[in-house]
């Protein structure tokens, strides 16, 4: 199965300006964008929350831009430009997902915390996605439900 936009001709930085626009446009009050070693992070506020998704970006030194189908090396140039092209497609996709979502939200179909729930950000600074998915994975191996999200007591605040 193809990929969405794996061969786009967009560059990261018009899908990452494409993403700001948009946010604006649907009201977010606040935006950022960083990197972290292999991850880049995008981040913005709107509807009294902060959001954040940390979007691993590929390995240079994978072997799907490194080499080619056939299995030989490719020159250093291709190498970079095979992997300049996964990057684009994932901020494309990116794009994607956040105008999706905000567009749902917008149509009535979802509200705002149900469609970003994942990447909420909560006080400590990690996602309720980041901090639930352990424990959802042993509620399934427990049959228990998780515990709420940790109370100021539990997170060290007084």
């Known amino acids: 199965m193809a990929r969405y936009a794996e061969n786009t001709s967009v560059s990261s930085e018009r899908s990452r300006a494409e993403i700001e626009q948009t946010l604006a446009r649907y009201g977010a009050d606040g935006f950022m964008y960083g990197w972290d070693g292999g991850t880049a992070v995008l981040a913005f506020q709107m509807h009294g929350r902060r959001i954040r998704f940390d979007l691993a970006m590929p390995d240079r030194n994978d072997e799907a831009y490194t080499t080619t189908d056939t299995g030989r090396e490719r020159a250093p140039a291709q190498a970079a430009k095979a992997w300049e092209q996964a990057c684009r497609q994932r901020w494309r ?62 997170r060290g605040d007084s």
């Open 93 to 154: 996709a990116l794009a994607l997902v956040i105008k999706a979502k905000l567009e749902a939200v917008e149509s009535g179909i979802t509200i705002f915390e149900e469609e970003f729930l994942a990447h909420i950000v909560l006080p400590r600074g990690d996602t309720v996605g980041h901090w639930m998915l352990p424990q959802v994975e042993r509620s399934y191996k427990s049959g228990q439900m998780p515990p709420l999200l940790p109370g100021p007591d539990e």
